[in-house]
């Protein structure tokens, strides 16, 4: 265990203690420790210690603490050629779950999530109408808890995160606009927390996607990397910079859907010619259904026109912003992802005349490799937050 360190400071005629309790210093190991298995979700206990610099005595004691929480599992390790026994491998355990909920236009999605970024149930809750902040509540506390009663005696539900197709301000969880479903000033955080007992965290669906395909994507040198969301509600981006997700002062950062693109139609959003008036989900649907592996066939020929004619503006959005940016991975999620199937020529070549050399010879374009569950994981990330930073506190 590192030792607390503290240290005398003079402020006027008084000596003043500052440093950190052994109880901070814990606190802090403890969520190292989760958080490594959690984002890995298989780990020796070897491979912790390495990465957290604690000794081998410290790192057993905490791995030891968070299973009697119920946070995190050990099994054997594998075998293994040189003397010794092998290092027993952290998994998360099962204890603790987050929620998920997506409003979009024509549906709520519910999804139930372990850690380590386990999807475990998804409930997608269609609507006749765009829903309203009261219909989403509604309908997103009648699927939670249905959920709730049916986990286990010893799993509970740690928190519910929320991605919203708009402009959230995230310390509040207030929804300031979601254009597409028409929500202005929506405290959707407060109203769904009412609801279920549960306390609520919402961003941005794009942000948490970005989130979700740095942390659990199949992806590397993700460290700039820049996520495009597209769904029913219309597109948006999250930037990831350095390792950190880029917010702006206060959350809205991303906004690539609203960037021009060209075209005179009138946006949601009270411009003309965004991107997500050019590029748009419908036609493109059953092409999605079939990368999901509920479709058939090719293409047909007016479905290659209509894809080639939204990549062609998907590509002065995303030339944009590899001029600006500079990122070195471009993560298509959502029905974007069918642009890299069908479209992928057409893509890059539109990309290579709308960006400059030097930026676009850095940067991959590839598909979401967490499917249609990138969203339903980011938005249970912003759940498990609190108990990643403070494991003890279960």
């Not at 290659?304 to 590509?315: H, I, K, P």
Request: glycine share 12%; proline share 6%.
């Amino acid at each position: 265990m590192k030792e607390a360190c503290t240290v005398k400071a003079t402020h006027g005629n008084r000596a003043v203690r500052v440093g950190t309790s052994t109880d901070d210093v814990r606190r802090r190991n403890l969520s190292s420790v989760l958080t490594l298995v959690h984002r890995r979700r298989a780990i020796s206990r070897a491979e912790l210690t390495r990465h957290t610099g604690l000794s081998r005595s410290t790192t057993k004691d905490l791995v030891e603490e968070l299973v009697t929480k119920g946070l995190v599992e050990e099994s054997p390790g594998p075998p293994i050629a040189q003397v010794g026994r092998p290092s027993p491998i952290v998994r998360p355990g099962n204890r603790v779950v987050a929620v998920s909920v997506t409003p979009e236009v024509d549906a709520v999605t519910v999804g139930l999530v372990s850690m380590g970024g386990q999807v475990c149930k998804v409930v997608r809750c269609p609507t006749d109408r765009i829903p309203t902040p009261t219909d989403t509540v509604t309908i997103a506390a009648e699927a939670i808890g249905a959920i709730r009663r049916s986990l286990g005696t010893d799993q509970e539900v740690t928190a519910v995160g929320v991605a919203v197709p708009g402009l959230v301000h995230g310390p509040e969880s207030t929804v300031q606009l979601a254009p597409n479903l028409d929500w202005h000033d929506v405290e959707i955080g407060q109203m769904l927390s009412t609801a279920t007992g549960l306390p609520v965290y919402a961003a941005n669906d794009a942000n948490v996607g970005a989130n979700a395909e740095y942390l659990f994507g199949n992806h590397h040198d993700t460290g700039h990397l820049i996520y495009v969301n597209g769904g029913p509600s219309g597109i948006g981006a999250g930037f990831v910079v350095a390792g950190g997700l880029l917010e702006g002062v206060a959350g809205y950062a991303g906004e690539l859907g609203h960037t021009y693109v060209g075209g005179g139609e009138q946006c949601h959003c009270g411009s003309v010619g965004c991107l997500e008036t050019e590029v748009i989900q419908a036609p493109l649907t059953r092409l999605l259904a079939e990368l999901d592996g509920a479709g058939s066939g090719r293409p047909s020929g007016a479905e290659l026109d209509v894809l080639n004619r939204q990549a062609r503006a998907l590509a002065v959005a995303l030339g944009n912003a590899v001029n600006m940016l500079n990122p070195g991975l471009i993560v298509l999620g959502g029905f974007l992802r069918v642009f890299c199937t069908y479209a992928g020529t057409v893509l890059r070549q539109e990309l290579a005349r709308r960006s400059m050399a030097a930026p676009r010879d850095l940067v991959r374009v590839v598909p979401a490799t967490l499917g249609a569950d990138t969203l339903v994981i980011g938005a249970a990330e912003l759940a498990f937050a609190p108990v990643l930073a403070d494991p003890g506190g279960l």
